[in-house]
């Protein structure tokens, strides 16, 4: 845990959940099946956190994606979003207090998504976001 801790620090990175609270409505593993009870206060984040200029999402299919949730998260707030479609990345943005964040959405690092872009490619498009 301590060496993921010091990569993140090393790398200036953060990570979050989009749920506070989840709960699952089945017994079954299905993300179909997670609820956001309560949603993670990502404008308290960004606040606290004022560096932060870019948020990367690995989950983009389905209603319950990290994106999904994230629009409805903000939809909370009134603050129109769409989620941009086409070959990733995918980029977008939202404004907070004026600032605006970039917005980027990249394959899913899960064995499923493996059958949409191999590994090396993979690796290369987090590398871009995130060192480059």
Do not use: C
């Amino acid at each position: 845990m301590n060496e993921r801790k010091e990569l993140l620090n090393h790398l200036k990175l953060g990570l979050s959940d989009m749920g506070r609270i989840i709960r699952r409505k089945t017994g079954s593993s299905l993300d179909q099946n997670l609820e956001i009870v309560e949603y993670m206060d990502i404008f308290k984040l960004l606040k606290e956190n004022p560096s932060v200029e870019k948020l990367i999402f690995t989950s983009s299919s389905g209603k319950t994606s990290a994106i999904g949730w994230f629009r409805d998260y903000l939809a909370l707030y009134q603050i129109p979003f769409t989620i941009p479609k086409g070959k990733r990345p995918l980029r977008t943005s939202v404004t907070d207090n004026g600032k605006s964040i970039e917005i980027v959405i990249l394959y899913s690092t899960s064995a499923r998504a493996g059958a949409s872009v191999s590994f090396v490619e993979l690796a290369g498009l987090f590398r871009s976001e995130i060192v480059d």
